[in-house]
């Protein structure tokens, strides 16, 4: 890694384990307790607290970082002008986007039925605490557990992301140097940054699908009570009839940043995923897995990626808040420049709300031949950084 990624990495990781520790010495009442000058109407405590402190501690390491969270949007000077300009820096503004706790509603219900006045930290490290989760809201705990996650992109390339686990008190950490978790000690005794986790960390490994029946197999969010749209703008996406995807769902309700662990040496063996979908859902749902795949190799051939990603659109996509759930090249936030792909910052920051830009995209082991088939048949973009 560059000095200067390194800087921002170690920033990263500073910032989301002041806001995780914070969560964790607070009280079950500090966290579900309604916050009404701040974000959204439905804010708790548990999804201001750690937007606020992750905001705050990006900003005192660069007062110019541009930072995109969902409760507040954007933070950071915008770009005015409506021009690609490859050429410039400025088109390629370095810019952090978190989402500061993923699974907030599962997180909700979870701690509704603890003593109000018990610290979080103390509820997850009791020793039932895993096996209760799971059950509540599948399992493994690992992938599927409430999170908090900050990534960065620079010079238009995903080059990190930051995922901490609140249920596992666990960190993941993708990069140049690989992808690892370690896992966080009771109170923050030590400096963590990337030295200690690639020292420390185990590596995460995104096994090949070996030609076996589960190709098919995948998990998306396919909607819930009060978010609709999601299954009409799956099946419209034309990978399967709704009879095959009730056949082939392995789970309908995940997290967002941790989703593409389903398809690591994290997910049991006994029960492969063949691909996970990002179903037109918000850049704080799936921007945390560019980098996994970016970085993630082939076991058996590390000239070899471990992952491939496709862009999905429709000729007639679904919007949700006049934004557009699948988006076609033209409209895409993924621009080609010079034979590479690019995340266009510039024209991220010109949204009036950063944070609501969506997309449809696919992940899969790169050997998934069917996901290979159907998304080169359908004229779907790779994408590759």
Known sequence: MQGVEKSHLNAAIASGLTAYYDLMHSTVDDA????AAYGKKDTLGMDAGPEIIICEELGRYDAGAVVITEEAGSRGVKLASDTFRPNDPQTFRTVFISDPTDRSNQLKAFLATCPKDSKIGAVFS????????????????????????????????PIFSVIIN????????????????IKLPDERVAPIDFEYVRMHGKTIYFPNIDGRKCMRRFVTFLGDEGKVGYLQNFLDSGLMSEAETKDHIHYDKPGGPSRVLYLSSLQPRKTPVGFVLANGEKIGEWIHWLSLIRFARSQHDDSQPALIIYEVFQDRPWTKEGVLMSTPPNYSVFREYD????????????????SKLRSTLIVAPFDNRWVVRFSSQSGYRPLTF
Not at 32 to 35: D, E, G, Q, V, Y
Not at 134 to 153: D, H, L, Q, R, Y
């Open 126 to 157: 009791e020793p039932n605490a895993k096996a209760k989760w799971e059950e509540k809201f599948g399992g493994p705990a690992s992938i599927t557990g409430a999170t908090s996650a900050i990534s960065c992109v620079r010079r238009g390339a």
């Open 166 to 181: 609140y249920i596992t008190k666990e960190m993941m950490v993708s990069c140049a140097a690989g992808n690892r978790i």
């Open 32 to 35: 579900l307790r309604k916050i």
């Open 339 to 354: 034979g590479r792909l690019y995340i266009d910052t510039s024209w991220l920051l010109r949204m009036p709300n950063p």
